[in-house]
Every structure is written in C-alpha cells, then in structure tokens.
C-alpha cells in the first residue's frame, strides 16, 4: 500500500488545487464512470430489488458452514478479511419470515421510489499515482486522462433460484416443452453480486465492456462510429456447464449501456426476451423492460490505491449462505440454496493493465 504518499498528495491537492492535478485526475475519472454507467432494466416481474451494503449489514449476522451465528456482521465484517474464507453472511431473521413481509430488507429498494440506491464502483489505475513525480507532460494539459479500469457492482440481498425439471432425483430435459417430472427451485441464495466493467485507454470513451453472466461472461469492444458495443469474446469459467448464447451488440441510450438484468438472478444481457444459459436442467433467464434503474444517480467511487476504501469491502468470506438441500452430491450438485458470492475484491479481473 502507499497509503501515506496518497494522503500527502492529497493534502497537496487540497491545499493548491488543481495544480496538484490528482484531484483533477479523479473528477475526470468520476465525470466519465457517470457518462458511461448503465442503464439497467430490471424485469417486468422482478421481486427483488437492489439494496445498499449498509442496510444489508444491518440485518445479517456472520455464521460458519454450519450455519452457526458467531457475531453480527454491521460491526465485525472488516475482522474477517485474514481469517479463512468459509464465513457467511446470513439473515437474523427467518427467510420465510422475511419473505411473507413485503418491505423487509430482503426485497431490497425499488430505483424508481428510491432513486438513492447505489450503484458501487471500483477503480483500478493503471499509471501509479507516483508518475507525477517524473512528470513531463502532465501539467498544464488538460485533455489528459489516466488509462484505468473500472467495475460497476450492483448488489441485490436475494437471489432467487428457477424452477427446474427433474425425474425423481434426477435432473431431466424438457419433452416437447413439457416437464415429465416436477419443478424444483434450484439456485436461491441470499446476496447476490453482479458487474459490468469497462476498460479506459485514455480517452473519453472506453475500448472494451466486459458484462459477467453469472458464472461466465463476455467481451464487447466499443465502435465509435457507431457507436455501439460489439460482441468480441466469450470468457467461460471453468468446470461450469453453462452455454449461453451471448447477444450480438450492446446498444446505448442517451450515451449509457443499456442492460438487462434476469428476474430473480440478476444476471445481465444486453437484449430483452429469454436467455437459455444451462440445457439440463433448462435453465432460461428472462429480461425485459420493467423498470429501469438509472445507475448514474447513485455511484459510490472507490479509487484503488487513491482513496479509502470501506471495511465491508475487505469481507472475505461469502456474501450469503452456505449451501444446503443439495441433490446428488453437495460437491458439484444442483442446490436449492446455494452458496452466496464472494465479495467484489477478486482474485481474476476482468482486464488487466
Ligand atoms: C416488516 O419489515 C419491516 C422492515 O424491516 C419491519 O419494520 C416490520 O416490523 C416488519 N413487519 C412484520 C409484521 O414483521
């Protein structure tokens, strides 16, 4: 960390102004994230809305893999950021509880009541802020803009799982559209983290889009003169049996991305309409114009290595529950609760400098 040199040129940028530039530096920054942060519609039928950490926090406590509560997390969730990662975060009240009450956290904040709900985002620089000090070029120029990486987080307190078809314990394909079998929901969990992330050059537009479909995700490169995203690449994870069929373009509106996150999982596509991303179980993710959530009226900043960032965000462990009713085997098997996400401190980016 070079946490005291940062605050150093921060006081200096306090003092003098935008002649230290940094503080010039991240408005720009700051001014671009909110140009191009997304349009998110959220679907025609979706329950569960966003939520702000904070709020989160308030009503979780940290337990073990065994579901056994050991403190409350609105004070303590910063002490687990050394320990192992099998800790998670798990409602103080009862799920059924909190789900036959309609304004319990759990169903997070409609955007369109509450314009306030925050979009997080994350920036990773790549020029040190230390270029200053060999610094030819950059005072007194002020088209300048840093080269940086920035993810947008979203974060939803419920994630709710699809139905399923399954012979007995087996999970079956669908004949003719229809379910030999029943339905199971597979795939709850409490937490849900989602992100689109973009790559700057510096310029004023970015270079690429990365938009993360669950367990994988896909790169769409940014054609000026049309102005549009196009698809690029697939980035599948591995050991996840999933085949989505990535849309072709990633369209903008009023200059912001405009995405469409599926009822009940979250996940973003660029198009309305069904999304089939697992084939047995088939398992389709739908979108469509319900309510938009217009991101860029509520962005928390996080400039890695620049400024502070909030004790949650060193949380380890898992954003929600261990998994449990599990079929077939708890390893690898489909779960009606699975596990939470992991926090948006990761391990693999998705651009590197
Ligand atoms: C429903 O949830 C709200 C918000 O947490 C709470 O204030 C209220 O007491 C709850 N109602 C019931 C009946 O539990």
């Not at 050991?239 to 990535?246: N, S, T």
Request: glycine share 8%; charged share 20%; with cysteine.
């Amino acid at each position: 960390m070079v946490s005291g040199r940062v605050s150093v040129i921060f006081l200096c940028c306090f003092l003098i102004g935008d002649v230290c530039g940094d503080w010039s530096d991240i408005e720009k920054v700051e001014a671009l994230i909110r140009q191009w942060a997304p349009l998110v519609w959220l679907s025609p039928e979706e329950k569960y809305m966003p939520l702000n950490i904070e709020e989160f926090l308030e009503n979780t406590n940290i337990a073990d893999e065994q579901g056994s509560i050991l403190t409350q997390s609105k004070h303590s969730v910063r002490f687990f950021q050394y320990n192992l990662k099998n800790f998670f975060l798990v409602p103080n009240r009862p799920l059924e509880r909190l789900k036959s009450n309609r304004t319990s956290f759990i169903y997070g904040k409609n955007p369109k009541i509450y314009p306030k709900v925050p979009i997080y985002a994350v920036m990773t620089y790549c020029n040190s802020p230390s270029y200053r000090d060999t610094g030819n070029n950059i005072f007194g120029r002020t088209d300048w803009l840093p080269s940086f990486h920035v993810t947008y987080w979203m974060f939803y307190p419920f994630n709710e799982g699809k139905d399923a078809c399954f012979l007995g314990k087996v999970p079956a394909p669908l004949i003719f559209s229809k379910c030999l079998g029943h339905y199971r929901k597979l795939g709850n969990h409490i937490g849900d983290w989602e992100h689109m992330s973009l790559s700057f050059s510096g310029n004023s537009y970015p270079d690429q889009l990365f938009l993360s479909v669950h367990d994988a995700g896909a790169y769409y490169t940014y054609d000026k003169p049309t102005n549009i995203f196009k698809f690029d690449s697939k980035m599948p994870r591995k050991g996840v049996a999933q085949v989505p069929k990535f849309p072709e373009f990633i369209r903008l509106q009023g200059g912001h991305p405009v995405l469409f996150a599926a009822e009940g999982s979250h996940g973003l596509w660029s198009t309305p309409g069904d999304h089939e991303f697992i084939r047995v179980p088939k398992i389709t993710d739908k979108t469509g114009y319900g309510t938009p959530w217009k991101t860029w009226a509520s962005i928390k900043f996080y400039h890695i290595g620049r400024t502070e960032i909030p004790p949650w965000m060193s949380f380890k462990g898992k954003w929600g529950n261990p998994k449990t009713k599990c079929i077939l085997f708890k390893k690898f098997g489909l779960c009606e609760y699975t596990e939470g996400p992991r926090g948006l401190l990761r391990e693999n980016q998705d651009f590197y400098c």
